[in-house]
């Protein structure tokens, strides 16, 4: 597996949140792991987006997986740069199905993602799945 593109976001010299795409032949897995508590997450993830949008659509995927399974807190503002970053996927591989893991037991994964993933639109949900796992 190689990484396409890391973003991180640091608070007091320590990173608190990653959000990691990797790819492995026509595969890409995203990864969102920790906390978003901060005002502007653009700050630090911006060329993270940036690479995503450039990177992505030369690959060729057929399927993604995108893991919330890590991610602990999301404030609001964060809610608008992971609209981005799946955004950035969802667009960019306009063929690949889309497999979304997250936690079976956390309300706000369950209740949330849909909306910030957009599932109601049918281009969008008849691409994507959901899979639940246990903490």
């Known amino acids: 597996m190689k990484i396409l593109t890391f973003g991180e976001i640091m608070d007091g010299g320590a990173t608190v949140f990653h959000s990691v795409a990797t790819v492995d032949d026509r595969s890409l897995r995203h990864r969102f792991e920790g906390v978003i508590r901060v005002d502007n997450p653009y700050r630090s993830l911006k060329e993270h987006i940036d690479e995503l949008n450039a990177k992505v659509p030369g690959l060729g995927i057929d399927e993604i997986l995108i893991d919330f399974s890590e991610l602990r807190f999301c404030n609001s503002n964060g809610f608008y740069v992971i609209m981005d970053i799946v955004e950035?996927?969802?667009?960019?591989?306009?063929?690949?199905?889309?497999?979304?893991?997250?936690?079976?037991?956390?309300?706000?994964?369950?209740?949330?993602?849909?909306?910030?993933?957009?599932?109601?639109?049918?281009?969008?949900?008849?691409?994507?799945?959901?899979?639940?796992?246990?903490?």
């Open 88 to 135: 950035a996927l969802y667009l960019n591989a306009t063929e690949a199905k889309v497999t979304v893991r997250r936690l079976d037991d956390d309300d706000w994964q369950r209740e949330t993602l849909p909306i910030l993933l957009n599932v109601d639109d049918e281009s969008i949900g008849r691409r994507t799945n959901f899979q639940n796992v246990r903490e």
